[in-house]
């Protein structure tokens, strides 16, 4: 599986922006995407998360009500809506891949070692 991101840039605070991640290689419905994000000094942590089979999602709390997760099966794209965004959703955003297709409930199940397949990132820069 080969993951590519666009769509990041630089947006005012309460701006939004949407990211793409779209994947090349067999199996999109058989795997999960999530979108992680990782600011300078700070730890690689799950955004949001689609189980492309079924459409079941996750959200941190720090997201949920700004952002909106979405796959275009026949595209073989997600696509991560992004608005009303803070200064403090500045970082670089990775998608993932990883079988089977299972978003977890809880943050402490997106340990980003168990994610097999990596995009290269999107840089989201937030002014004040």
């Known amino acids: 599986v080969q993951l590519v991101e666009s769509g990041g840039g630089l947006v005012q605070a309460g701006g939004s922006l949407r990211l793409s991640c779209t994947a090349a290689g067999s199996g999109f419905g058989d795997y999960a995407i999530a979108w992680f994000r990782q600011a300078p000094g700070k730890e690689r942590t799950a955004v949001s998360c689609i189980n492309t089979n079924d459409g079941d999602t996750y959200y941190a709390n720090s997201v949920k009500n700004r952002f909106i997760i979405s796959s275009d099966n026949a595209k073989t794209t997600v696509y991560l809506q992004m608005n009303n965004l803070e200064p403090e959703d500045t970082a670089i955003y990775y998608c993932?891949?990883?079988?089977?297709?299972?978003?977890?409930?809880?943050?402490?199940?997106?340990?980003?070692?168990?994610?097999?397949?990596w995009g290269q990132g999107t840089q989201v820069t937030v002014s004040s």
């Open positions: 993932a891949a990883d079988f089977p297709a299972y978003c977890g409930y809880y943050s402490s199940e997106y340990e980003p070692r168990s994610w097999d397949y």
